[in-house]
């Protein structure tokens, strides 16, 4: 059983880029006027439509968010 589970980590990093993690989902694209949904974490306008699907935020809350989850070091 260990040699298959060693041999589909072997078949992951040589089919993707190396990296152990998923890369997350692209956020839908920027929707150039009205409705915009709320941000889910202080309700202010984000820059996606309201038909956005998941976790949608405004510009201030996506960037301390992306400080948060950051490497740090």
């Given at each position: 059983m260990v040699d298959r589970v060693e041999t589909d980590?072997?078949?992951e990093r040589a089919a993707g880029d190396g990296s152990y993690c998923a890369a997350p989902a692209a956020p839908a694209a920027r929707v150039a006027?009205?409705?915009?949904?709320?941000?889910?974490?202080c309700g202010r306008p984000t820059e996606y439509g309201v038909?956005?699907?998941?976790?949608?935020?405004?510009?201030?809350c996506e960037w301390q968010d992306a400080q948060r989850s950051a490497c740090s070091g």
């Open positions: 980590r072997e078949a006027g009205p409705p915009y949904a709320d941000c889910l974490e038909a956005t699907p998941g976790v949608v935020l405004c510009p201030v």
